[in-house]
């Protein structure tokens, strides 16, 4: 929707407003995703996303193979955050087909779950930096950190991001005593890392002027366009689904959520900072009650499996937001009638051009960074 | 709070701290992560995984893989591709012939290794696979492929180990259910150059193709195979399947009901061949027992993913004591679907 916002009174100077295309090819986009701006001088009086560059045919190659042969394919989705890619299809399908997980394999879901939480709210704030002229710092620090993370899930699951590391009914392997002392490990070290961060950050004056009282997205909108995660939280929407829906085990561990007040783009920055806190609380819990036995359940077949007709909805709260996916089953039952996969980061993007209208063109930017999306899970 | 500014000082003081502590940090890696990478390489985990290859034990020949194509089946890009190998009168050899893995499409998924029921093949983990083509050079054969058993103890020692221990008890509880069985059958005898046994010369009775026959040499095997194979009774030609199996060595044991039933009939099963289409072996078994049926009903390439042979799966089903239906692989829905109307042909569904 292209509005005439002039804020020149009329009668002074003619001006025109100009139609400025940024990306698919741009370093602040991330990725290859387009933002059709109209600008008049150097506000913004328009802005319609563009996206589908990056387009796989997700959702119907799930529905041409096996229900296993599709967690592979979740990784690609969200590539900074395989792993709750795969606990949300695996969720859905746990429920449509009635298996029960073993203790074990639910505490080490969690456990990478929020060790994924930590390594992506990390990176974001490194790249929303990175779009407001911080060169390389902040990021670089962040990806340090993200490393330390990313190898531990290498020796987990074999491989660094595409971690395709749960099944039905569990894990695929399981977490040794050393992996667990590992994770301890980063575990113990990362508030050190997070305090120091603040120190860059949090009262960095330029990082004030430029954030604050910038892309406000008011509770009301966020309610109805339906955002989730920490954008929704930021704004004061008290909805996490870890909460709500106590998925998992996540109702025995004891965490807060972390709301913003103002709702822009430094409360979206801030509320990810404190997320990573509470996220460190859950995983000192888990790592502490791990229990030992089954990592996964072994009545689950790999090959034939085969879910009986019926559909179900399993979400999980992804670092990005609500992540779901509508699995259709009918007879047969050897691979999905109906897959659909509700992506956080492209709901989220739907209220980009009400953030942004009034700014001007350089706050487009970090308020896009602001929103964390990831085009691999925006176009699908 | 200070003065204005106090913040911008207190980044640039964290910055210095980080590049001071950089050099007081060489050993731990808490703050330096840089490999200088073509020539320092940073230490793999075990799980580490690049691309699959296949595992042979000794000799090359002695390759695990039975070429059963379930990895085939199963991989979710469909990036792998193989033909069984068969023998110069067609008989399938449990091996494969070919076997192409299109590393410009595998996504490093690790299914095919989680759904092979041989252990056939494994995880690698070189990651250096650049080539100057894009198109021939990224397909890897079967001689690139295939890769020692000592090669994947050293690349995964705990993960080879558990196979091998594993291997190595399948092996013994099948030489001690096989004891009526010949259990000297030499394990690594490659099957491909052994010499044909029985030229199609040899016995009397046996119809040979005249060589003025208009066929061509593909079709004259094929022939020869399916004549020795039993489409006439002849003493004992056939190699019967059973005897392939052993040459090969390292499949696992049938199940105990399968084994009185597995010695082939003198003139083999004529319709244990999986290059015969499915109505192609109905027609063989038209007037034969309910198990011969439902036998000619699997894919026949005793890929034993069901648990059991082709013979012995189809037994025990015609015994009642396995009652899934689904569990031949290879053969997929149409072999659950004609096994289904089978039993209910005959009453028993
Ligand atoms: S599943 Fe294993 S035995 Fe079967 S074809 Fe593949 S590698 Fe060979
Ligand atoms: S690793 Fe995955 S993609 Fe590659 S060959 Fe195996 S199943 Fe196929």
């Given amino acids: 929707m292209i509005q005439q916002i002039s804020p020149i009174p009329t009668g002074m100077i003619e001006t025109q407003t100009i139609e400025v295309s940024i990306g698919p090819q741009h370093p602040s986009t991330h990725g290859v995703f387009r933002m059709d701006a109209v600008l008049d001088g150097e506000t913004v009086v328009g802005l319609k996303p563009v996206m589908g560059y990056l387009h796989r045919n997700h959702e119907q190659l799930a529905e041409r193979m096996t229900w296993l042969a599709s967690i592979p394919y979740t990784d690609r989705l969200d590539y900074f955050n395989s792993m709750t890619n795969n606990?949300?299809?695996?969720?859905?399908?746990?429920?449509?087909?009635?298996?029960?997980?073993?203790?074990?394999?639910?505490?080490?879901?969690?456990?990478?779950?929020?060790?994924?939480?930590?390594?992506?709210?990390?990176?974001?704030?490194?790249?929303?930096?990175?779009?407001?002229?911080?060169?390389?710092?902040?990021?670089?620090?962040?990806?340090?950190?993200?490393?330390k993370i990313l190898d531990l899930f290498e020796s987990l699951s074999g491989a660094r991001m595409m971690c395709n590391y749960m099944r039905f009914g569990?894990?695929?392997?399981?977490?040794?005593?050393?992996?667990?002392?590992?994770?301890?490990?980063?575990?113990?070290?990362?508030?050190?890392?997070?305090?120091?961060?603040?120190?860059?950050?949090?009262?960095?004056?330029?990082?004030?002027?430029?954030?604050?009282?910038?892309?406000?997205?008011?509770?009301?909108?966020?309610?109805?366009?339906?955002?989730?995660?920490?954008?929704?939280?930021?704004?004061?929407?008290?909805?996490?689904i870890r909460k709500v829906d106590k998925y998992g085990v996540y109702g025995r561990f004891d965490f807060r959520v972390p709301l913003g007040e103002v709702g822009d783009v430094y409360d979206r920055y801030y509320i990810r900072v404190l997320e990573m806190r509470e996220s460190i609380k859950i995983l000192n819990q888990a790592l502490r009650d791990l229990p030992a036995g089954a990592f996964v359940a072994p009545e689950v077949k790999l090959r034939n499996f085969k879910i009986p007709p019926g559909d179900g909805y399993g979400r999980v709260e992804a670092p990005k937001g609500e992540l779901g996916f509508y699995l259709v089953s009918d007879e047969g039952g050897k691979m999905p009638y109906r897959y659909h996969c509700r992506p956080p980061s492209f709901i989220n993007l739907t209220t980009l051009e009400d953030m942004c209208l009034g700014h001007k063109v350089a706050d487009v930017v970090i308020i896009l960074g602001s929103v964390d999306i990831v085009l691999g899970e925006v176009d699908r | 709070m200070g003065f204005l500014g106090k913040g911008l000082f207190q980044g640039m003081a964290v910055t210095a701290r980080n590049f001071v502590g950089t050099y007081f940090d060489r050993g731990t890696r808490e703050k330096l992560v840089t490999y200088q990478y073509p020539e320092e390489k940073p230490p793999l985990p075990e799980n580490s995984r690049s691309f699959p290859f296949l595992v042979y034990d000794g000799t090359p020949d002695a390759m695990r893989c039975v070429a059963c194509k379930i990895c085939e089946t199963e991989c979710p890009p469909q990036c792998i591709y193989i033909v069984m190998d068969r023998d110069e009168k067609g008989k399938p050899q449990q091996r494969p012939k070919v076997f192409d893995i299109d590393i410009s499409v595998c996504m490093q998924c690790q299914i095919c290794v989680e759904v092979c029921p041989f252990e056939a093949i494994k995880m690698d983990n070189d990651y250096e696979k650049s080539q100057y083509g894009r198109f021939d050079d990224l397909i890897e054969h079967l001689p690139d492929l295939l890769k020692s058993n000592e090669y994947y103890n050293e690349i995964k020692p705990t993960e080879a180990k558990a196979v091998d221990a594993k291997l190595k008890a399948e092996a013994e509880k099948k030489a001690k259910k096989g004891t009526s069985k010949p259990a000297a059958a030499a394990p690594a005898k490659p099957a491909a150059p052994a010499p044909a046994p029985k030229p199609a010369t040899a016995p009397a009775g046996k119809i040979t193709i005249p060589e003025d026959a208009p066929f061509t040499a593909e079709q004259r095997a094929w022939l020869a195979g399916f004549l020795s194979a039993g489409g006439v009774a002849t003493s004992g030609t056939g190699v019967s399947p059973v005897a392939v199996a052993e040459t090969t060595g390292e499949t696992p044991v049938p199940l105990p009901e399968a084994t009185p039933a597995a010695e082939a009939p003198a003139g083999g099963w004529p319709w244990h061949d999986p290059g015969l289409g499915m109505?192609?072996?109905?027609?063989?078994?038209?007037?034969?027992?309910?198990?011969?049926?439902l036998m000619a009903a699997m894919a026949q390439t005793d890929c034993h993913a069901c648990g059991y042979d082709c013979r012995g799966y189809a037994d025990a089903i015609a015994a009642g004591s396995e009652t899934d239906l689904s569990l031949c692989l290879p053969g997929e829905a149409e072999t659950a679907k004609k096994l289904e109307e089978l039993m209910k042909e005959a009453g028993k569904l």
Avoid at chain 1, 97 to 109: H, L, T
Avoid at chain 1, 188 to 198: C, Y
Avoid at chain 1, 205 to 231: D, F, H, T, Y
């Fill in chain 2, 279 to 293: 109505s192609q072996r109905m027609d063989l078994v038209k007037a034969a027992p309910l198990a011969d049926k």
């Fill in chain 1, 170 to 240: 569990g894990v695929r392997v399981d977490m040794t005593d050393a992996m667990v002392a590992q994770a301890k490990d980063i575990v113990a070290k990362f508030p050190r890392f997070l305090d120091e961060f603040e120190q860059l950050l949090s009262n960095n004056e330029v990082l004030l002027a430029r954030c604050q009282k910038v892309g406000i997205l008011p509770k009301e909108l966020a309610i109805n366009a339906s955002i989730s995660g920490p954008m929704a939280r930021a704004s004061g929407v008290d909805y996490d």
């Fill in chain 1, 87 to 147: 606990w949300a299809l695996c969720l859905s399908v746990e429920k449509l087909a009635g298996i029960k997980v073993p203790e074990r394999a639910e505490y080490i879901r969690v456990i990478v779950s929020e060790l994924t939480r930590i390594l992506n709210h990390s990176c974001v704030i490194g790249f929303m930096l990175q779009d407001l002229g911080a060169w390389g710092t902040p990021l670089l620090y962040a990806f340090r950190e993200r490393e």
